[in-house]
């Protein structure tokens, strides 16, 4: 922080009795650094940064959903003002490469050629065609209606079940299936043969639009030699490796920038158009090049998320214990593989047992190619969509059986004393008390008063039904072992970098491979630094973000950063400690070990003499009398690979009042109790399960991107895409239980998806709830007021 | 093209500006006022929002031109004296922001809420913030922190009405 800003925000710490006798950082509620330049207008965003000479870019897109291009014309942009080029898909043909998919799931997965601008054929409205590039961006965006195409219409493929009948409209040439990938557990057919229930239903996952709050933005330099990118990503290091192979140009020529990156979601987990063209026009051109996109340029073009229908059936005894599950998916990928479409589902595939045991499971899903917007990675990727499905059926298999949703979820779930328990497929769960969190859920929700609530407005006919909903879910964080990766055919590893630097006046620069778009990590890493160290908190800096500043790393998603990250910097931390220690040996004339390392500085057991870590720094800067072997400077870095995956859990709680007259849903009450393990920040993670509940909810009961027949994106604005306001959600009650992860030393377990995961099945089973007297068994997402009217009728 | 008469943040700017120029790209891309974000083209998420002439507007919805001869207080004008409005102070302490995205316009929103009713209750700020979209935070935490605000911006009125 700046003397300016160490001026501006007065801290307040909530520090509990014990933490300040021991000065521990972990488990404090510290007051964010990042927030002093988010609060005052200081904030580097991509869309601010301003270069000499920069100019403008503007893309055509297409206005239809499938068609051959005929001629493309862009003599007429070239001759208004201020226009300086302006360029089709063939003009970079040649040398534009195909987007990246690196997540090839199947032998036989069919990744077609994904150009950044269409050359023959365009798949989706909103697939660029041609750029302008102009000294303003109100020129540039004017010469893109003097660009003359000409279009061969084509059958647009829309629908799933249509696209892969026979004789459908071909998406590609090689049809319309993209790959199907199976897992199979246990014997399906002994479960499901004679068995006494069989819940069997199909749900719909609607495609949802991420919306960070930031739109995408690039600019790209070059000094001829080398290349600077700076773009709105949640993933610099994967996106340089991606540009490099893409583009041809060196990756050691080529620096990517995130600067304070506006959320994600996911929807910056990408490696898009606009980034590799900008690269591309900075080297033809010379000079500097921005793009930023309108907010309804990227509700078409941002990559959507979910979009899977789920034919799922569950076999279970007539005392509601499960024999198996049967997952058939169909998945819609758009028109392309981006970078990791067609392993979304797969991230689901692991989750659709939850917290459950059973016997049998099998897994099957089909990637399919529409001419819509290719779908990739959106908060939970793939989990929320597992999660939703197994939690709709067991409130099913509860009123099937007409027991309580929760006593059967009770009969099913593992046990706090089976832990660790590997699952049906194959996960080990290492920690977890789902009793506790439901207790605590149960509590803090009122549950037997809300159900006498409900029993009394059913008798009395009330217009405006109580509905209960229950979610009681787990997730995997934690992405991912590497090899795990690599059995799943990744593209890549799933380790996490760390660097940290005692500089000579003993202030600690730390480097992390994570890079943060609003979750915190520049305060979370100071607090672990700080303990790890025995430094205070404020004489920690995070960078982070720059491939030039953090040469390796592996990025933010998948709630990885703390799980993944947090681990390799506390390695790090171990590493100066030990290096540390053998000069303060050194110094102090003794073994290392007879030294005690307590509150930054190592002691002489039973004796008065110490050294502290800032002063062991600065005798490594000034290296007058290092022992033998020891290099200058106290600095280290560390690379962690997982053994295992992480699995936060919880009990959601959801009460609503549907009207029956209007169908309008309200949300009464919304409990979460979530057990991510050990927490570092518990202002953070409420803050991650807030944001995730407001996700999860807009799913359930507000948010639809919508195509029309021909293909366009009718949800293409704001005013169309019906994002929850503060005044369409409740305030949350949020609550934790505390079961240590025990795969990694912090004892942490990830927050960044919970919410979501959790909150859609709670929302849409107490709307379906309320609506069980007039037997309403299902409402497809999102729950409008006219959905549920309509159900009703 | 015509010459708008703008004071921004106390500072008094002369810019001859095409008639169609949005008053946030006068802010951002002519005066380095780059605070302002835009978040969206159709005036829903209020990424945007200032103060003009002491009222809270989109700064995408209103040209440069309209803005002539005013007075617009951005984000950044808000802190003083080397110290944070007491908006800017209550959602650091109440965790109101996460990616920070809409935070400027939030702020300026809440203030203007304030205008109007100096104590509102949760359900009048919620009302109130409608206008502007947060993807991060699901509101609890702005919520909280508008009315920490209020609390701390009604004894700092009372501070300086007290003889």
Redesign the interface.
């Known amino acids: 922080m700046s003397e300016?800003d160490a001026?501006?925000?007065?801290e307040?710490i909530e520090v509990t009795g014990e933490q300040k006798q021991n000065g521990h950082e972990v488990g404090r509620a510290r007051?964010?650094k990042?927030?002093?330049r988010?609060?005052?207008?200081?904030?580097q965003?991509t869309?601010?940064i301003?270069l000499p000479g920069l100019l403008h870019v503007a893309f055509l897109r297409s206005p239809m959903a499938h068609a051959r291009i005929g001629r493309v014309d862009v003599s007429g942009a070239l001759e208004l003002p201020g226009v300086v080029a302006a360029f089709s898909g063939r003009d970079f043909a040649a040398e534009q490469g195909s987007l990246p998919c690196a997540w090839p799931v199947s032998e036989d997965i069919v990744i077609p050629d994904h150009p950044a601008m269409a050359v023959d054929e365009v798949r989706y409205v909103g697939e660029a065609v041609a750029c302008v590039i102009a000294t303003d961006?109100?020129q540039a965006a004017d010469a893109l209606e003097a660009i003359e195409v000409d279009w061969e219409p084509l059958p647009p493929v829309l629908d799933m079940n249509d696209a892969l009948a026979e004789g459908s409209p071909k998406v590609h040439e090689a049809g319309n299936r993209a790959y199907t990938w199976k897992l199979g557990v246990g014997d399906i057919d002994a479960a499901f043969r004679d068995a006494p229930v069989v819940v069997d239903r199909t749900y719909v996952q609607q495609r949802l639009i991420p919306?960070?709050?930031?739109?995408r933005a690039v600019v790209a330099t070059t000094d001829g030699e080398s290349f600077t990118l700076w773009s709105a990503t949640q993933i610099p290091h994967v996106l340089r490796v991606m540009l490099a192979l893409t583009t041809g140009i060196p990756e050691h020529r080529l620096r990517v920038i995130a600067p304070?990156?506006?959320?994600g979601?996911g929807s910056k987990l990408q490696v898009t158009a606009e980034e590799v063209l900008c690269l591309l026009l900075t080297r033809k051109l010379g000079k500097p090049v921005k793009w930023t996109e309108?907010?309804?340029e990227g509700n078409l073009t941002v990559h959507h998320g979910r979009d899977q229908i789920q034919h799922v059936s569950l076999a279970a005894e007539a005392d509601g214990r499960i024999r198996g599950v049967r997952v058939e998916l169909l998945a819609d990928m758009g028109a392309y593989l981006m970078l990791i479409t067609p392993g979304v589902p797969l991230l689901g595939a692991l989750m659709y047992n939850g917290i459950y045991k059973m016997d049998a499971y099998d897994f099957s899903c089909t990637g399919v190619f529409t001419t819509k917007m290719p779908t990739d990675a959106y908060r939970g990727a793939g989990r929320p969509e597992a999660t939703y499905a197994i939690e709709r059926l067991m409130d099913e298999l509860a009123h099937e059986l007409k027991i309580d949703p929760i006593e059967v979820r009770r009969r099913n779930w593992i046990k706090h004393e089976e832990f660790p328990y590997t699952t049906i497929v194959g996960l080990e769960y290492d920690s977890g008390n789902y009793e506790a969190a439901t207790d605590r859920a149960l509590s803090l929700f009122g549950y037997d008063k809300l159900r006498a609530e409900q029993a009394d407005r059913r008798d009395r006919g009330d217009p405006v039904q109580l509905g209960i909903g229950v979610s009681t879910f787990t997730e995997m964080c934690g992405i991912a072992p590497s090899r795990a990766l690599g059995g799943l055919n990744y593209g890549a590893g799933g380790w996490e970098h760390a660097s940290v630097r005692v500089l000579p006046t003993g202030k600690v620069e730390v480097v992390t491979g994570s890079s943060a778009?609003?979750?915190?990590h520049e305060t979370a890493w100071s607090q672990i630094v700080a303990d790890s160290l025995g430094v205070p908190y404020e004489d920690v800096s995070v960078l982070h973000g720059d491939t030039a500043i953090s040469h390796k790393g592996m990025d933010t998603y998948g709630s990885r950063s703390l799980v993944v990250g947090g681990m390799a910097l506390l390695a790090a931390c171990d590493k100066v400690k030990d290096k540390a220690r053998k000069v303060a040996a050194h110094a102090l004339e003794c073994s290392p070990d007879d030294l005690e390392f307590v509150q930054g500085a190592f002691r002489v057991k039973g004796t008065g003499a110490q050294k502290t870590i800032q002063e062991v720094a600065l005798a490594t800067f000034t290296a007058h009398d290092l022992p033998d072997g020891v290099e200058p400077r106290l600095d280290s870095d560390a690379t962690f690979d997982p053994q295992t995956f992480s699995f936060p859990h919880g009990t959601h709680l959801c009460a609503v009042e549907v009207d029956t007259e209007t169908g309008l849903t309200k949300i009464r009450s919304y409990v979460a109790v979530d057990d991510v393990g050990k927490v570092v920040n518990p202002?953070?993670v409420?803050?991650q399960v807030?944001?995730?509940?407001?996700?999860g909810i807009a799913q359930a009961l507000y948010e639809e991107a919508v195509y029309d027949a021909e293909g366009n994106l009718l949800t293409s604005?704001?005013?169309d895409y019906l994002?929850p306001?503060?005044?369409d959600?409740p305030?949350?009650v949020t609550d934790r239980t505390e079961t240590p992860a025990t795969t990694n030393p912090l004892g942490v377990k990830g927050v960044g998806e919970a919410?979501t995961i959790a909150s859609t099945p709670a929302v849409v089973n107490a709307v379906v709830d309320a609506l069980r007297p007039y037997g309403v068994r299902d409402i497809q997402m999102p729950c409008t007021p006219e959905r549920v009217w309509r159900a009703l009728q | 093209m015509p010459l708008v008469t703008v004071t921004v943040d106390g500072i008094k700017y002369e810019q001859q500006c095409e008639p169609r120029l949005l008053l946030v790209h006068l802010l951002r891309e002519r005066l380095g006022k780059t605070g302002t974000p835009i978040g969206c083209d159709t005036s829903n998420c209020g990424a945007c929002t200032v103060l003009l002439d002491g009222k809270s507007v989109k700064s995408c919805s209103v040209l440069a031109v309209q803005a002539d001869g005013s007075d617009v207080v951005t984000i950044e004008g808000l802190a003083s004296n080397g110290s944070l409005h007491p908006m800017q102070q209550a959602f650091h302490e109440e965790h109101a922001l996460q990616c920070g995205y809409c935070t400027p316009g939030m702020v300026m929103a809440a203030i203007d809420i304030l205008r109007d009713d100096p104590d509102p209750s949760e359900e009048a700020i919620r009302e109130g913030l409608e206008g502007n979209l947060c993807r991060c935070t699901g509101y609890c935490n702005i919520v909280r922190a508008v009315r920490r605000g209020a609390q701390e911006m009604s004894k700092a009125d009372r501070a300086v009405n007290t003889p």
């Not at chain 1, 919306?211 to 739109?215: F, K, L, N, Q, V």
């Open positions: 300016l001026g501006l925000i007065a307040q007051r964010r990042e927030d002093a988010l609060l005052t207008g200081r904030t965003w869309d601010n301003q961006r109100y919306t960070a709050m930031e739109p304070d990156v506006g959320g979601f309108s907010r309804s778009h609003g979750q915190g202002l953070i409420e803050g807030h944001g995730g509940l407001a996700q604005t704001m005013a994002l306001s503060a005044a959600l305030d949350f919410g």
